[in-house]
């Protein structure tokens, strides 16, 4: 008689272990199936959100801003070989480092927005470049010519000079997009632009000699 009961518990038992665990990999597929679902309803919604959750602003203020950070760079450059102050050619190769990144990630948006990539770079043609005037702190052709034609401290004061004004029309821009613009990364990008260039305009301003 025990051994028959100790069977029939041991089998019970059994059964019952066996049906929970089919019940919890049940509850556990089911579960994965609907969070893969999820997942993949959310990934779609982004997407769809990234493509069209942005207006006219957000593409004029990539397709302005690529140029305007395009001329900041090469000012920039310019400064390796031709500037005599160590804090200018410090400032300037931050200036490169921040901005060129900016100008790649601006490109990607205005391609998945089916929007065209400015390409030319101004101040590297004479005949200037169309929309520069457009644009606020932009150099003309004759500013260009005369900071690659200038080398020590009269280098040194002109591109700051020139770059505090490069910046304060970029800080213009930005503030135009965080305004009016409805793409949320280049709103954001439109803030970080403001602090940056605005902590850069004072740092210049210092070594200008303004207060």
């Known amino acids: 008689m025990t051994s028959t009961r100790s069977l029939v518990r041991?089998?019970?038992?059994?059964?019952?272990?066996?049906?929970?665990?089919?019940?919890?990999?049940?509850?556990?597929?089911?579960?994965?199936?609907?969070?893969?679902?999820a997942a993949q309803t959310s990934a779609s919604a982004?997407?769809?959100?990234t493509a069209g959750a942005h207006n006219d602003q957000d593409v004029s203020f990539a397709q302005g801003m690529i140029p305007h950070h395009q001329q900041a760079i090469q000012m920039s450059k310019m400064a390796a070989?031709?500037?005599?102050?160590?804090?200018?050619?410090?400032?300037?190769?931050?200036?490169?480092?921040?901005?060129?990144p900016e100008i790649e990630t601006m490109s990607g948006w205005l391609k998945a927005w089916g929007e065209d990539v400015p390409s030319s770079m101004p101040g590297m043609d004479h005949g200037g470049h169309s929309g520069s005037s457009d644009m606020p702190g932009m150099m003309d052709t004759e500013d260009m010519d005369e900071l690659m034609k200038a080398s020590g401290t009269d280098f040194d004061t002109m591109f700051l000079t020139m770059m505090v004004e490069h910046h304060e029309g970029a800080v213009e821009m930005a503030t135009t997009e965080k305004d009016k613009g409805q793409y949320g990364p280049a709103k954001k990008m439109?803030?970080?632009?403001?602090?940056?260039?605005?902590?850069?305009?004072?740092?210049?301003n210092k070594l200008l000699g303004k207060s």
């Open 10 to 37: 041991r089998a019970a038992l059994s059964v019952a272990a066996v049906t929970t665990a089919l019940v919890l990999a049940a509850c556990g597929g089911d579960g994965g199936s609907d969070s893969g679902s």
């Open 46 to 49: 982004s997407a769809e959100d």
């Open 81 to 100: 070989s031709q500037a005599s102050s160590a804090q200018v050619k410090d400032l300037a190769s931050r200036i490169e480092k921040a901005q060129a």
């Open 190 to 204: 439109a803030d970080d632009i403001i602090t940056a260039q605005k902590a850069e305009i004072e740092e210049m």
